[in-house]
């Protein structure tokens, strides 16, 4: 029979690989909406809203598992910050699901629209979402506080792209590129990319939580770079 510490050490190796599984999951829900958006593809649309009930099934006993071993575990130190951390993580993930559902939703319908528009931005925005959100699984992967910092940094930087996302619309909109439905549909894509650089970036500070036992929420960016020295990000 296992001891108490290897039993705990057998359940947080478990719910480490499912983190990682829920995670892996989201980043391809999100590459899917951004590829479904950029090349009109209704079929790789559809499949990105159907996969999100087993995302949310996820959530759900990933939530429930971390409470069971709380509760029955004890855990403390590192195994406690694994647990801290897996809670936020799971809804932000949760949540990233929802923004490439509304993207793939929204891609869906743009099918029925014309548009002389050039949505390279949009490409942009969207491979920004994508990396952002990969390079923040990794860190919490790898315990990289360095990249985790350094993801926190950019966050300015994600939203100034959405800014000019939006300020492009409005100038399409006022030049008859498209109609007042089709940058309706442009917004609300703008606006959920955003949002899932924004929760990528949450995931960044999760990351750091688990590997430096800091809350980045709580801690001035200058300040924190004073610890680390901030390298280039690197996407897998």
Excluded at 74 to 101: T, W
Excluded at 178 to 196: C, F, N, P, S
Aim: aromatic share 4%.
């Amino acid at each position: 029979m296992a001891s108490p510490e290897t039993h705990l050490q057998q359940l947080m190796d478990d719910l480490r690989g499912r983190l990682l599984t829920m995670a892996a999951i989201t980043r391809e829900a999100t590459h899917d909406a951004v590829a479904a958006l950029m090349e009109q593809d209704r079929d790789k649309a559809t499949a990105v809203i159907d996969g999100d009930a087993a995302l949310d099934r996820m959530e759900v006993e990933l939530d429930d598992s971390i409470m069971q071993i709380l509760a029955r575990a004890q855990p403390v130190a590192c195994d406690l910050r694994l647990l801290l951390s897996g809670i936020r993580l799971i809804s932000d993930l949760e949540r990233i699901g929802d923004e490439a559902v509304s993207v793939a939703q929204r891609a869906a319908l743009m099918g029925d629209f014309s548009a002389t528009a050039d949505l390279t931005w949009l490409g942009a925005l969207g491979h920004r979402a994508e990396r952002t959100l990969a390079d923040a699984v990794r860190a919490f992967r790898d315990g990289d506080a360095k990249l985790a910092l350094t993801i926190r940094s950019q966050q300015d930087e994600n939203t100034q792209m959405a800014v000019a996302g939006f300020q492009h619309i409005m100038r399409d909109l006022q030049a008859g590129n498209v109609d007042a439905w089709y940058a309706l549909h442009l917004i609300l894509i703008t606006r959920a990319l955003e949002r899932v650089c924004s929760r990528a970036v949450n995931v960044a500070e999760h990351a750091y939580f688990l590997a430096e036992g800091v809350n980045l929420k709580h801690v001035p960016l200058s300040e924190a770079k004073e610890r680390h020295v901030v390298g280039d990000v690197s996407s897998v």
